[in-house]
């Protein structure tokens, strides 16, 4: 069972906040820190991060013992990203569509690679079926309302999804994936829920709420897997 706390933009462009979004993610049970390159990365914009920032995020997902990981937009954020030698590498819903021969990049330089569908309306899977890869089912809405959750997989036992990224408000529909059979589980991550300044926020889980998502889906795996 993994847990992503998707920091994201969730800085402000405040970068140094980056270490603090670690900081909680990991004393909140995440097992992954993860942040965004290539998306409103300009010079003057919020998510502009140089390869000497990312040497510090990695560095200090070390210090507090959980594995960092970055979405990767454009060609140009994978070709920033290579020198580091991660592991894993995060796919989002929009880069499937828009740019998947980057993506045949990655998963060719042998990546593990966790890929969202939540813009994917098609039976098959965009890049077939492999041990390199898991897919996550989700909504592209932020926030994603109950309304919204058509589809919902009813087992992911059965199904062809690995987890689930969440972008509802609230960690019920986490705990359900979980109660689903879900064994990666991404959350928005955020210090301050109320703040403004990006959407995102508002759609986030608050430490104590991770932590909360955390314990909570950790049981209910045990029990799961006991087939209850």
Known sequence: MKFIAECGLNHNGNLDLTYELIRQASLSGADIAKFQLG???KKNEINNIQPDRIDLIINHCKYMNVEPLFTIVT????????PFDLKYIKIASRTVLENPKLIEKILSAGYETIISLGMWDKKELP?????????LWCVSKYPCLPSDLIGFPENFNDDLYSGYSDHTLGIETALLAISRGAK????????DKSDTTIKDHALSASPEEFRNLVTLGKEMEKLVSLGL
């Open 39 to 41: 998306w409103r990365d």
């Open 127 to 135: 890049f077939g079926q492999s041990d390199q890869i898991s897919y």
């Open 75 to 82: 060609d140009n954020a994978f070709n920033m990203i290579e």
């Open 184 to 191: 990666i589980i991404e959350k928005h991550f955020s210090l």
